[in-house]
C-alpha cells in the first residue's frame, strides 16, 4: 500500500437549500489537512484528498479516514490538528467528532 492512511474529504456541492460539504468550508478543510501533513512531514506517509459526496452531508462538514474507514462530521479547520495528532498520527479516534452511522 503506497499510503498507510487516507483521508477522504467531502468537497460536494449540492444546490440549495440541500447542505453540503462544499458549502460549508469542505475545500479550505482540505487545505488544512494537506498543510498540516507537509508541515508535519507526512505527506508521503497519509495522503489527504477531496471526495464527492460520502453521503454524510447532514453532517457535515464530513471526512473519512482509510484503512480504518471512520467517519467525522462536522468537522472545522480548528480541528484539523487534532484529527492529525490524534487518528493519523496516534490511532486514536477522535470521539467527539466521529460520526455513528
Known amino acids: 500500500m503506497k499510503f498507510a492512511k487516507h483521508v477522504f474529504v467531502c468537497t460536494n456541492q449540492k444546490e440549495a437549500p440541500k447542505k453540503s460539504c462544499g458549502a460549508e468550508h469542505g475545500a479550505a478543510l482540505l487545505d488544512a489537512f494537506k498543510q498540516e501533513l507537509t508541515q508535519r512531514g507526512l505527506q508521503k506517509e497519509i495522503r489527504a484528498q477531496r ?8 453532517f457535515g462538514p464530513a471526512l473519512v479516514v482509510y484503512p480504518e474507514g471512520t467517519y467525522y462530521g462536522n ?3 480548528a480541528d484539523v490538528a487534532e484529527l492529525v495528532e490524534k487518528h493519523l498520527v496516534n490511532n ?10
Open 51 to 58: 471526495a464527492g459526496c460520502l453521503d454524510a452531508c447532514a
Open 75 to 77: 468537522v472545522q479547520v
Open 92 to 101: 486514536e479516534v477522535v470521539e467527539r467528532l466521529k460520526l455513528d452511522f
